[in-house]
């Protein structure tokens, strides 16, 4: 069956680590992975859109990689803050259809 | 200014009760959707509509009638409510409905079935 993983359990870090976020898929084939980030009581918000043909993709602190090989997403915030405290959901599109399905998210928490 | 704005934020209401939920985008977009997030933060899409025709139409009871009046509106009535439809209802828009499109998510409406 298709399934996608993220950490189930929440994420604790400390102030000024990199946090890794993964997500992992099963019985799809996605062109295009994105990123979201969603607060407590607000619609996600898009962060980064990653194709199967770029293995890395950078946007400030941010940084995705996506290995169609090993099925696999690694989402990561380096020097991260209390701000970053939140919960990311990956996306990808279900291939030969306009949707996408989402993850069920890792909730982050940056401690300070 | 607001981008994807839905309205009522909360709405709380028996079972049985006919209601809607209104959403409205001011980006221009071509394409919208509405998306059911379960209380185990799952979010799952349901519809979605590219210059007012249905594209997507996922395997959701027939008590949930989307209707898009205009391209910059989607709204979502369901019938005859049940406590399963308890949820947070997301809209969605993206300016077409390829899938390199980014898509920018409403508030939320927050429906509690008693």
């Known amino acids: 069956s298709q399934k996608i993983e993220q950490n189930s359990e929440a994420l604790n870090i400390q102030e000024g680590k990199t946090a890794t976020l993964t997500c992992n898929y099963t019985?799809?084939?996605?062109?295009?992975l994105q990123w979201y980030r969603q607060d407590p009581g607000r619609g996600p918000v898009f962060l980064l859109l990653?194709?199967?043909?770029?293995k890395e993709k950078r946007k400030e602190r941010l940084k995705v990689t996506f290995d169609t090989t090993l099925k696999q997403s690694l989402f990561h915030i380096t020097a991260s803050q209390p701000a970053d405290s939140a919960t990311y959901l990956c996306?990808?599109?279900?291939?030969?259809?306009?949707?996408?399905?989402f993850g069920t998210g890792t909730r982050l928490k940056v401690l300070a | 200014d607001t981008a994807v704005s839905q309205t009522p934020k909360y709405l709380v209401t028996q079972m049985g009760n006919d209601k809607s939920i209104k959403c409205e985008q001011n980006?221009?977009?071509?394409?919208m959707y509405w998306y059911k997030q379960d209380s185990k933060k799952f979010l799952k899409i349901m519809f979605s509509?590219?210059?007012?025709?249905?594209?997507i139409n996922e395997t959701v009871p027939n008590r949930f009638s989307p209707k898009s009046p205009d391209k910059a509106h989607l709204n979502l009535h369901i019938n005859s409510l049940e406590l399963g439809d308890s949820a947070v209802y997301f809209c969605?828009?993206?300016?077409?409905?390829?899938?390199?499109?980014?898509?920018?998510f409403g508030p939320g409406t927050r429906l509690t079935v008693l």
């Open positions: 969605a828009s993206s300016q077409d409905a390829g899938v390199a499109d980014t898509q920018y």
């Open positions: 019985n799809y084939s996605p062109a295009y």
């Open positions: 990653i194709r199967e043909n770029e």
């Open positions: 996306a990808l599109d279900a291939s030969g259809t306009y949707k996408y399905i």
């Open positions: 980006l221009g977009h071509d394409t």
């Open positions: 509509y590219n210059n007012k025709e249905l594209i």
